[in-house]
């Protein structure tokens, strides 16, 4: 998983680049990769309308609702599970068999 810096982190990085360093010299500096700097720049666009693309609150929006749907999946599974270990267990006693 990526690590995270705050976002008082990334704009200092980007306010360095906007001054005229070079992203190697900033990333150097701050001891993070050129590469992330380049993808905050291209989201710092985004989000300010300058380039066209997802911008940062609906990404969070969506990473939030994938990980509300896993979650709803993993129970619904369990659920599932339980249903099909009640149905093996009140079968035999019961004499039907459990619906679909």
Request: hydrophobic share 40%; glycine share 8%; aromatic share 4%.
């Amino acid at each position: 998983m990526p690590r995270s810096y705050p976002p008082e982190f990334r704009r200092k990085a980007l306010d360095l680049v906007a001054s005229g360093r070079k992203v190697a010299e900033v990333a150097q500096l701050l001891g993070i990769s050129g590469q992330t700097i380049y993808v905050w720049r291209r989201q710092h666009l985004i989000d300010t309308g300058q380039l066209s693309g997802t911008n940062s609150s609906d990404l969070s929006e969506l990473a939030a609702a994938h990980k509300r749907i896993a979650q709803l999946e993993a129970e619904l599974a369990i659920h599932r599970r339980a249903a099909e270990l009640l149905g093996e267990v009140t079968s035999p006693k019961g004499g039907s068999t459990p619906s679909a």
